[in-house]
């Protein structure tokens, strides 16, 4: 899996949240072939070590940190921390919720 950050590589190391990502995704069939390869898919002793020496830049992301963002309804344009849509929710001034009910 690579992070869409503009990077040209990037590496996260398959594991079970993997396997469980592809079987809700409806690509179970690809759960045999990474467990056959999990040695492939996993980075190298050396490289995890000291990436620096291996790569021009290296960007780390701690995932803990992140929040994650909800889009919509009806345009991607609406993208907000979840959190935020929770007020909205709150909110029915801003119409959410008539937008809701109209669907």
């Not at 690509?27 to 492939?40: I, S």
């Not at 979840?82 to 029915?92: F, M, N, P, Q, T």
């Not at 959410?96 to 009910?101: A, S």
């Given at each position: 899996?690579?992070?869409?950050?503009?990077?040209?590589?990037?590496?996260?190391?398959?594991?079970?949240?993997?396997?469980?990502?592809?079987?809700?995704?409806g690509?179970?069939?690809?759960?045999?072939?990474?467990?056959?390869?999990?040695?492939?898919?996993?980075?190298?002793?050396?490289?995890?070590?000291?990436?620096?020496?291996?790569?021009?830049?290296?960007?780390?992301?701690d995932?803990?940190?992140l929040?994650?963002?909800?889009?919509?309804?009806?345009?991607?344009?609406?993208?907000?921390?979840?959190?935020?849509?929770?007020?909205?929710?709150?909110?029915?001034?801003?119409?959410?919720?008539?937008?809701?009910?109209?669907?």
């Amino acid at each position: 899996m690579g992070a869409e950050l503009g990077a040209t590589t990037s590496i996260f190391p398959t594991d079970e949240h993997m396997a469980k990502y592809l079987r809700a995704t409806g690509k179970e069939g690809l759960v045999p072939l990474m467990q056959k390869n999990q040695y492939l898919l996993e980075p190298d002793k050396e490289v995890e070590a000291g990436p620096a020496k291996f790569y021009d830049r290296v960007v780390e992301l701690d995932l803990s940190k992140l929040e994650p963002y909800v889009v919509g309804p009806h345009s991607p344009d609406r993208a907000r921390p979840i959190s935020k849509l929770a007020a909205e929710v709150a909110d029915a001034k801003n119409g959410f919720i008539d937008e809701m009910r109209l669907r």
